[in-house]
């Protein structure tokens, strides 16, 4: 069994404000994400230029954190939010949702679409790739502050979280910072490194991250107030619409590139 490092959740103070770990690492995926794709952005066949960089990592975060917290709320939470409203704010306690974030994200990408006439897929191809970063380091932000922990274990490595009762658990947090984080950015990074037909990068990113998440709910503790939902959790659930989507989405993107290449072949038959 492994000592589970009792870190502080407040990094430190500005005067008597007290600033996070679980919000730095928020800020940390932002400013890496926003430096990457600024990076991308060099090359004109993304078709993106720096200044447009900003406004979609503005566009992006506005979609993260309103729909983050939305969800979380609605999907897990839900009675809580019936009687303290309030908490909707109270972003710093933790509690964001992917799942809810990712509705969030697309909904803000969609306006800022129409808002620069740009295509959704060309937009959500550009950042998937950078995404990873901040759900990796939002997971660690979770490990710090001691939540979301995973089910009992006999495995070495198992931790006894400060709230999760005298047993230790997995520390379900770090093996999705090292999946959804670490794996998924290498996958996406790579793939994403020559273009690609309009969606396959979008599609390749659900996929996968709907895969990584189905697979460690195995090991992470379901939500107390929610519990197991025939016998899977609600992360697997909303999962698995992700994995349908991406596999319909990529299979669509890798269909256009055939149909384009086939008609470039007849074209110079002709």
Do not use: C
Not at 147 to 173: A, I, K
Not at 214 to 220: A, L, Q, Y
């Amino acid at each position: 069994m492994l000592q589970y490092p009792a870190i502080d959740p407040v990094a430190f103070y500005i005067f008597s404000w007290p600033v996070y770990w679980y919000g730095l690492m928020y800020l940390v995926g932002i400013i890496a994400g926003w430096i990457l794709l600024a990076w991308r952005a060099r090359n004109p066949a993304r078709g993106f230029t720096q200044e447009q960089v900003s406004d979609v990592i503005f566009y992006t975060v506005l979609g993260v954190i309103i729909g983050g917290r939305l969800g979380y709320m609605i999907f897990y939470d839900w009675r809580v939010l019936l009687a303290e409203p309030l908490m909707l704010f109270k972003i710093w306690k933790g509690g964001m949702s992917f799942h809810g974030g990712l509705i969030g994200v697309i909904l803000a990408l969609w306006i800022y679409a129409i808002r620069y006439k740009k295509h959704l897929f060309d937009i959500t191809d550009f950042i998937a790739p950078v995404v990873p970063i901040g759900l990796g380091a939002g997971r660690i932000g979770n490990f710090i502050n001691g939540e979301l922990w995973g089910r009992v274990t006999t495995l070495p490595w198992g931790m006894v979280f400060p709230n999760g009762g005298d047993l230790p658990r997995h520390p379900s947090q770090l093996y999705e910072s090292f999946l959804e984080g670490l794996i998924l950015f290498l996958i996406l990074w790579i793939y994403s490194g020559k273009i690609r037909p309009r969606g396959a990068v979008s599609g390749l990113f659900l996929i996968f991250y709907g895969l990584f998440r189905f697979t460690i709910e195995f090991f992470r503790q379901p939500d107390l107030q929610i519990g197991f939902i025939g016998g899977f959790t609600e992360g697997q659930l909303l999962s698995l619409p992700m994995i349908i989507f991406g596999g319909i989405l990529f299979g669509w993107a890798m269909g256009q590139k055939n149909r384009k290449q086939s008609s470039g072949q007849t074209e110079d038959k002709t």
